[in-house]
Each structure stands twice: as C-alpha cells, then as structure tokens.
C-alpha cells in the first residue's frame, strides 16, 4: 500500500498506483517505475497539486481553450537561448585571451583571476537565484541576471587597470549565474522529466556554438583591434536578450498559502538573509583560500581564509537547519544521496575539463608558437564534444527512460581522452592529436545532461529550483577548483623544473620569473635559455592532464553509485 495523508499530491498518487498495478519489474539498485501522463498532461501539470505550487508559467484557462504547451516552449526556450550563448561565448573569450589581457598589465602570472573573479562571484551568487525565483520569479531575476552581466561588461571594456578588468569580471558573474542556471529551471518548470533532457540539448548546442565562436574571436580580436572588444562585443546582444526578456517572457505571480498575492514586503520577509550572507562569506572565503594557496601567498592569508571559510559554514549550517523559516539552501535536501552524488559526479568532471581548457591555450602558445587565435582554437574539439554529447544523451534518455550507462560511458571516454594527453601532448601536436581533449568535453556534456535529469527524476518540482541552481553552484566551484589547482600545479613544477635547469646561469631567478609572468619576455630570452623553458613548461603541463585524469576517475567511481529511477 502507498502511505497517504491529506498532503499527498493527488497526480503522483495516481501514479504511483499505476506504476504498482502496471510495472512491478524493478532493476537491482533502481528505485520503482513511474508511469509518467502524456507529454501533453505532464507540460501543463508535471506534479503539481495545490494553486501554491503551480508551476511559475501556469495560467487558469477556460476549458478547451488551453495554449498549445509546444507554442509556449518554442516562444521562451529561444529567448533564453541567448543569454546560454553569450555566456558561454565569454567564458572561452576570456580563457583565449586571458594570457594577452593580463601580460599588458604585466600581471601574467595572476591571468587566472580573470577566470577567478567572474567564477568566485558567480559561486557567491548561483545559489541565491533558486530561492530568489521562487519568491521573485523567473522573469525578473532573468533580468536581473542579464542588467548585472552587460554592467560588468562595460566595466571591462573601458578599464585601466587590472583591478577594473577584475571588478568588471565579478559584476558580470554575478549576471552569468543567473543567465545560465535559470535556464534549466525553466525547462524543467515547462517540460515532463522524460523530456528534460532532449530540451537540454538544445542548451548544449547553444553553448556549444558559444564556446566555440568565444575561442576563435577572442584570438582575432586580441591579434586584431584589441581585447577590449572582446567584452564591448557582448554588450548589443547582452541588451538584446534583456529586451526580450522583457517583452516576452511569461510573468510569474507568487501565491501564499491561501492563495493570494503576495506584496513585494511579504516577499522580502520570506528571503534569508542571514542564510545568504553567511553562505556566499563561505563559498568566497573557499575560493580565495584555494588561489592564495596556489599562488604561494603568505600563510597569513591562506590561514584567516581557511578559518572564515570553517567558521561561516558552522554557523550556515545552524542558521539553516534551526533557525530559517525557509533556508536559502535546506540542508536536507542537498545530503540527500540522489543530490549529492549527481553533485560530485559532474563536479569532478567540470574540474577535470576546465583544468584542461585552462591549459591547452598554454601549450600550444609555448610549445608550437601558436598565435592566441590559433591557440583559442584549439578549444573547439572539447566544446564540439560538450554539443555532441548533449543531443546524443538527450535523444537516447527520451528514448529508453535510461541515463546510467551514459554516466558511465561519458566518465570512461573523458578518463582515456586525458591519458592520451599524458602519452601524446610532448611538444610537436598537430590538429589530429588535439583532437583528443573531444573525449574530455563529450564526458562533461554527457554527465551535464543525465545528472540534472536525476535531479529532476528524484525529486518534486518544489525543490528543483534550489536543488538545480545548487547543480550549477557545485559545478562552478569544482571547475574554479580545476582552473586553480592546474595552475597551481603548473607555476610549481616550472619552478622546479627552472630552478634546476637554470643552474649556472646569470640572473636565474629574473629568468624564472620572466617566463612565469609573461609568454611574450618567452620569446625575448636568448636561443638557449628559451629552449630550456619551453621544455619545462611542457614537462610541467603534462601534470595538469594527470590531474585531470585523476578527477574523470573519481567521477567515474561516484557515477558507479549512482540509484537510476525509471522514466
């Protein structure tokens, strides 16, 4: 018998009876099957049962005069799609051209906080959206999201110093959260769980397209008319996708529990503020620990970062399981096994992948004399990978209901891509061979798709919107984890390498620094000096690929565990 109280949704009861009458067969380590309704019944109701838990797109219509759920899906998705494209686009921009940008500051050497920045504001800031659209709705934390992303933007492109470029990095991550997160919320508010995966291929090919161009233009426009254009360039279509926005997205009205609208007061009152404060001190103060520690700071500075990061998070985690009315981020829903796992399964696979995308424009700059163009575009196989992977896994989840053994296949394939990294990548690659780092972006597309398909499948719509954003949220912080520790491992094994190498010669730690600090004083050294350099650099990056072969496999091991339910 199913345990029933009047709370109990009365859509997933019917279900859950027909599943027991219907489909008794259950696999070892799956939970029970769900006969899921009609993709036409599931786009209008999923699982909702009360007029305060209506999905964030439902209206009341007359009977029989109900809006096509297909017409409303291809009127929004598109929109949203623009925000997935410039996002993505600017993150590989920056990668390409992140080496040039900060050399001109003469700060090559802190060329990761580019990266850092726009990552350690958009961690702060990812999990904030999934409870802010639930009080606020989609649509004008969409707008929020896309007004912060072109204000940084404009930051960049007019800045005078490193510290501007910086500033203007962090604005435009607070936007890139919200422009990327949310979009999968929404499909998930629109579309039955089956089908969860197909529109979010779409999502993949967006970004795909985006990662793609961000490479390639950010090289031409660095080679070209200058760097700056890289983010003045993004603006247009950054206002663009706000006007739609605007213009065409479906307004959400909150509802309390007794059905009524709810003041913009009474919204602000159910926001945790303590909560929020105390969980973006944690998640900055563990991202600043990383970098200071991979940049050989003083341990003064690794030491007050490490302790605010422990302190902040005890007292988060009291706040929110004793003292929040609605936690920000519920405990208990993110130590669920069907949360955590999918956390850890594509978060080790994002720190795998962009340990890598961080420094393949490295290698070939140093070690075949790549322009950042070409460099850049190097990039390509691993995000066309991304984009493969995302329409395969999403036309085979709609198909078969089954998502497990594409875990498993999609963390193998990225663990042999990166080995082939370590054996092949030794200094003369040519465009076949770097057509491995394909294998690394179809293992992160494939678990990108299937783990938030989990999600979806575990639990009740109420809690996607946190759980999902908390997707993103995990995801930003290991791929953050990824870029640091690849550069934290590169900047010591160099220095090793060097200092050993260098032995006997004149100015050794000028030299050292010189080649840490600046790809351009590279080519500037004397013959033999260069020579030696480029060798370490590329003894010192093939470390960076064992890394992320380390992190493929530990993803592949978490995907192992993972409970597959039925579709």
């Keep these: 018998m199913v345990g029933l109280d009047e709370r109990s949704p009365l859509l997933v009861v019917d279900e859950a009876v027909n599943s027991s009458s219907s489909d008794s067969s259950v696999s070892d380590g799956e939970e029970p099957a769900i006969t899921k309704p009609t993709p036409e019944y599931g786009a209008t109701l999923r699982r909702y049962s009360s007029p305060g838990s209506l999905p964030p797109f439902h209206q009341d219509h007359p009977p029989g005069q109900e809006p096509s759920p297909s017409l409303a899906i291809w009127t929004v998705i598109p929109i949203l799609l623009i925000g997935v494209l410039i996002g993505n686009a600017d993150g590989t921009l920056v990668i390409a051209s992140s080496q040039h940008i900060a050399s001109e500051f003469h700060a090559l050497s802190k060329a990761s906080w580019l990266v850092t920045s726009f990552m350690l504001a958009a961690c702060a800031s ?95 426009l660095t080679d070209s008319i200058g760097w700056r254009w890289s983010f003045n360039g993004q603006v247009v279509p950054t206002i663009l996708g706000l006007v739609l926005i605007i213009w065409k997205i479906p307004s959400h009205t909150d ?24 969980l973006a001190t944690s998640i900055s103060a563990l991202l600043l620990t990383l970098d200071f520690a991979s940049n050989d700071s003083p341990w003064a500075h690794i030491s007050i970062t490490a302790v605010s990061c422990i302190v902040s998070l005890v007292l988060f985690y009291l706040v929110e399981r004793h003292w929040a009315k609605e936690p920000i981020l519920p405990i208990e829903l993110i130590t669920k096994r069907d949360v955590f796992t999918p956390y850890l399964i594509s978060g080790f696979q994002m720190a795998a992948q962009f340990g890598i995308m961080y420094s393949v424009p490295v290698y070939f700059q140093i070690a075949t004399g790549a322009s950042v163009t070409v460099a850049g575009a190097h990039l390509v196989p691993a995000v066309v990978g991304n984009a493969t992977a995302g329409l395969l896994s999403g036309y085979l989840i709609t198909k078969t209901g089954r ?44 678990l990108q798709s299937t783990t938030f398909v989990h999600l979806a499948a575990a639990l009740d719509h109420s809690d996607i919107a946190i759980a999902g954003t908390a997707h993103y949220l995990a995801g930003s912080i290991f791929m953050l984890t ?40 590279i080519w500037e050294m004397p013959e033999n000096v260069k020579k030696i350099v480029v060798g370490a650099y590329i003894d010192s990056l093939t470390y960076t690929y064992a890394l992320s072969l380390i992190f493929a496999f530990l993803g592949l091991l978490a995907g192992l565990t993972l409970r597959e339910r039925r579709l």
């Excluded at 509802?255 to 105390?278: M, P, T, Y």
């Excluded at 963390?411 to 030794?426: D, E, M, P």
């Excluded at 294998?439 to 494939?446: E, K, L, S």
């Excluded at 010591?492 to 080649?515: C, M, P, W, Y």
């Design 126 to 220: 990812q999990s904030l959206y999934g409870k802010f659209s639930d009080i606020f709705g989609r649509k004008s934390n969409l707008a929020f999201a896309y007004t912060f992303f072109g204000v940084g933007l404009v930051i960049c492109g007019v800045s005078k110093t490193f510290w501007q470029v910086l500033s203007g990095r962090a604005l435009s991550g607070i936007g890139g959260a919200g422009m990327t997160a949310l979009v999968s919320i929404i499909i998930a508010d629109m579309v039955p769980v089956r089908d969860v995966a197909k529109w979010r291929s779409y999502v993949n090919v967006a970004a795909t397209l985006g990662r793609s161009i961000g490479g390639p233009l950010g090289g031409a």
């Design 255 to 278: 509802k309390d529990e007794r059905g009524a609208d709810q003041s913009l007061l009474q919204k602000v009152g159910r926001i945790d503020f303590l909560g929020a404060f105390l």
């Design 482 to 521: 990824g870029v640091q520790l690849s550069q934290t491992v590169v900047h010591t094994r160099l220095r090793i390498v060097l200092n050993s190498s260098l032995e006997g010669f004149n100015h050794k730690k000028q030299l050292i620094n010189d080649a840490i600090s600046s790809v351009e004083l």
């Design 403 to 446: 998502y497990k053994i594409l875990t498993t296949v999609g963390s193998a394939l990225a663990s042999i891509g990166y080995l082939l990294l370590i054996i092949r990548w030794k200094g003369q690659t040519g465009w076949v061979e770097g057509l491995y780092i394909f294998f690394g972006g179809f293992g992160a597309g494939t």
